[in-house]
């Protein structure tokens, strides 16, 4: 009886330590990411005609986050956020957890391309106002999960200026 006991306790040990879902799964989340390919393209880089920045590479956690917070209502509600009301039917696409792990998955295995300039500005300037902004985002943009501040390498000029503004 006592190792019938132990045995169920250990047993249940490890079905509460098991994540509520699985990790995502890129394979599935490509399929998933069929409908983003319009805004963000097939490489994940974004599109400036249609307002849509770069998430290829971008961070897992980052990207299931921002999905969340679309389908919350969070994101993409306030009549003030165009670009985010334009983002947000997008994201109710996606209707279970699993969906969201698996795109975020997907999205982040991709390589995307190097962000073309498209911005003239003072170099100098920019680095030196950037020395605040780094230590939440690191010195060279590389973002930091335990500040919850996103991954700026590869993203658009145009993109974090808008953000900014």
């Not at 393209?41 to 956690?61: F, H, M, R, V």
């Not at 306030?78 to 985010?84: E, V």
């Not at 209707?95 to 997907?106: L, M, N, P, R």
Request: charged residues 15%.
């Amino acid at each position: 009886m006592y190792q019938w006991i132990i045995l169920c306790l250990l047993w249940t040990f490890f079905i509460i330590s098991q994540p509520l879902w699985a990790a995502g799964n890129p394979e599935k989340g490509k399929v998933l990411y069929a409908v983003c390919v319009a805004c963000h393209g097939p490489d994940g880089a974004g599109n400036k005609t249609l307002n849509s920045p770069a998430i290829a590479g971008q961070e897992i956690w980052y990207l299931e986050r921002q999905l969340k917070n679309f389908k919350a209502g969070i994101r993409g509600t306030n009549s003030k956020d165009i670009y985010g009301m334009q983002m947000r039917p997008m994201a109710m696409t996606l209707t279970t957890e699993q969906a969201i792990a698996d795109v975020a998955a997907y999205v982040s295995s991709l390589k995307g391309k190097s962000p073309v300039q498209s911005i003239k500005g003072n170099a100098n300037a920019g680095q030196a106002a950037y020395m605040i902004c780094q230590t939440c985002l690191g010195p060279k943009g590389e973002g930091n999960k335990a500040l919850n501040a996103p991954k700026l390498i590869n993203q658009q000029d145009w993109y974090i200026v808008r953000q900014l503004k």
